[in-house]
């Protein structure tokens, strides 16, 4: 049956709320809870992934000879970006008849997969790649919504969503350290942060 909160969701018994469903515990359960921390490290790594991959992407098409196609490939990755919409069905289709969290495996398929195929220096293939990646990023925010959502409720969810992200924004700073060693030890070589990243 529906979930009903009898305090305010600011309440602060931690006690008390552990004993709740985790619908019904205050921000501060919540937050203390461990679907918390299953979807704060999900979308930590995988928001640092997406990040590093926008941010790389001209450096790593450039490696791999775009300028001698006039940056015909750094152009189509600007102009695929923005079509994540096209794939609002599958999205739906995959959490209706797969469920929530075959969903959150499909999006971690789905970065390994673009995240490998972009270590392969084909910029033909880097045009799959770009279709992954659009694919894996409409697939993240759409499945960390629908986590949120259903995990810790309506009452909460702006305010979970808000603590998602400001945490996950926090974490995605390594990538300044990540591309000072691409500069440095790898000497403009972006790969060997791409194979991490790949594997994280």
Known sequence: GTI???KSIWRFNLKE???????????????????????ITFASIQMLRCYMYIGLNDELLAYYGDADHEFFYSKLFGYALPSGIIFVPLIDHTIAHLGLFNALHVTNLLGFAYGILSLIPSLKLQVLVFFLFTCFRA????????YTAWI????????????????????TLLQYPLVTWINGPFRGNPLWVGALLACA
Do not use: C, N
Request: charged share 15%.
């Open 4 to 6: 009903h909160r009898s």
């Open 17 to 39: 709320d552990m004993q709740l469903p985790v619908k019904a515990r205050s921000i501060w359960g919540q937050l203390m809870s461990f679907e918390f921390f299953v979807v």
């Open 139 to 146: 697939f993240l925010y759409s499945v960390m919504s629908t």
């Open 152 to 171: 810790f409720g309506f009452d909460t969810f702006g305010r979970m969503t808000g603590f998602i992200f400001s945490i996950s924004a926090v974490f």
